[in-house]
């Protein structure tokens, strides 16, 4: 809009598009579906249970081949994930006990 002096209003034709991305990021915000899980997420949710995981349902959950599953669990273990082993009917079992 113009007023008595012949100026326009202090919104900018930037500060208006501005205005629009932020809300159409909001309203994408609302409706975006939910984080999709993946596969590290799998195996941790799996060594977080009370009795933990066997390489086997590691494998099984994942796809992975056992020499990748092991990569995963060195990798836990070096972002700060405290992994006990113990044995569950002769067979290790991995259990996380501290998160990072």
Do not use: F
Not at 6 to 16: F, I, L, M, Q
Not at 21 to 46: C, F, H, Q, W, Y
Not at 69 to 95: F, M, N, P, Q
Request: net charge positive.
């Amino acid at each position: 809009m113009n007023d008595k002096s012949g100026k326009s209003d202090n919104a900018t034709p930037a500060s208006k598009n501005a205005r629009a991305k932020a809300s159409d990021t909001n309203s994408k915000a609302a409706t975006s579906t939910p984080p999709r899980s993946t596969k590290i997420g799998t195996v941790i949710e799996l060594l977080r249970r009370t009795d933990g995981a066997t390489l086997e349902e590691l494998t099984g959950a994942t796809g992975w081949q056992p020499h990748s599953a092991r990569a995963v669990l060195t990798g836990l273990r070096k972002k700060g994930h405290v992994i006990e082993k113990s044995k569950r009917r002769d067979v290790t079992c991995y259990r996380i006990t501290e998160s990072a």
